[in-house]
C-alpha cells in the first residue's frame, strides 16, 4: 500500500526551515513502537501485544494523514455567492489533532466562519480544511492560524474568523493533571477585525 506520508519532508531546524530526509519504513517503524513498548516495561512478543505496532503504524497513517492534503486542493471547487453577502458560518466542527511537545490528544471543537467576496464553498469543505490540518503535530495557537489563513488564501473572502475550543491531553492525563479545562484561541482577519463585522461575528460566535 502507497504511504501517503512518503513525500512529506520530516525534520526542520531551528529556524523552521524544513530539511528533506528519507522516510523511515514501514518495518523500521513499527520496530520503533516495539522498542517503545519494551521501554515501558512490556513485552511486545507477547499474545496481546503480537500485532500492536503494526496497528500502530495504520492508526499514525489516519492520524497524521494531513500532512499529504493540499489545502488548496480541498478548497479548489467553489461557486458563485448568488447575490449573498453575510456571514457564512459552519460552528461545532469535530476536530482531533495531536500535541506536538507530548504527542497526547488535542479534542474539540472548531468555529469558522467568513465573509464572502465573490466565491463561496461548500462546507463540507471546511470541516476537511479543519481536519486536514488537526492531522498533523500541532499547537492549538498554530492550527488555528493556519487554518484561518488557508481560508483568507484560498477563497479570498472579505473577512475570516476561526476560534477552537479544545482540551489536551498532554495536561489532562499528565503532569498537572487537570480536568473540564478547555482552551479557546481565535483569529480574526480582513473585516472582523473591525466594526460593525467584528462584533457581529463574536456575538455569533458566542450564541
Known amino acids: 500500500m502507497l504511504n501517503p506520508l512518503a513525500a512529506v519532508p520530516l525534520v526542520a531546524d531551528a529556524n523552521d526551515t524544513v530539511a528533506e530526509m528519507p522516510r523511515p519504513s514501514r518495518a523500521e517503524a513499527e520496530a520503533a513502537v516495539r522498542t517503545l513498548i519494551r521501554w515501558a516495561g512490556d513485552n511486545p512478543v507477547r499474545a496481546g501485544l503480537h500485532d500492536t505496532p503494526a496497528r500502530v503504524v495504520r492508526a499514525y497513517e489516519e492520524w497524521f494523514g494531513g500532512y499529504a492534503r493540499d489545502p488548496a486542493q480541498i478548497l479548489g471547487r467553489r461557486f458563485e455567492r448568488s447575490g449573498y453577502d ?122
Request: include cysteine; charged fraction near 20%.
Open 86 to 207: 453575510d456571514i457564512v458560518l459552519l460552528r461545532d466542527i469535530p476536530l482531533h489533532s495531536t500535541c506536538e511537545h507530548h504527542m497526547a490528544p488535542i479534542t474539540g471543537v472548531a468555529h469558522l466562519a467568513y465573509l464572502p467576496g465573490e466565491q463561496v464553498v461548500g462546507l463540507s469543505k471546511l470541516a476537511r480544511l479543519v481536519d486536514a490540518y488537526a492531522r498533523r503535530l500541532q499547537i492549538q495557537e498554530r492550527l488555528t492560524v493556519e487554518i484561518a489563513d488557508a481560508l483568507q488564501r484560498e477563497l479570498q473572502p472579505r473577512g475570516v474568523a476561526v476560534v477552537i475550543r479544545a482540551s489536551h491531553g498532554c495536561m489532562t492525563s499528565r503532569g498537572v493533571q487537570v480536568h473540564g479545562s478547555a482552551m479557546v484561541t481565535r483569529r480574526l482577519l480582513g473585516a472582523f477585525e473591525r466594526e460593525p463585522w467584528r462584533s457581529d461575528i463574536l456575538a455569533a460566535l458566542s450564541a
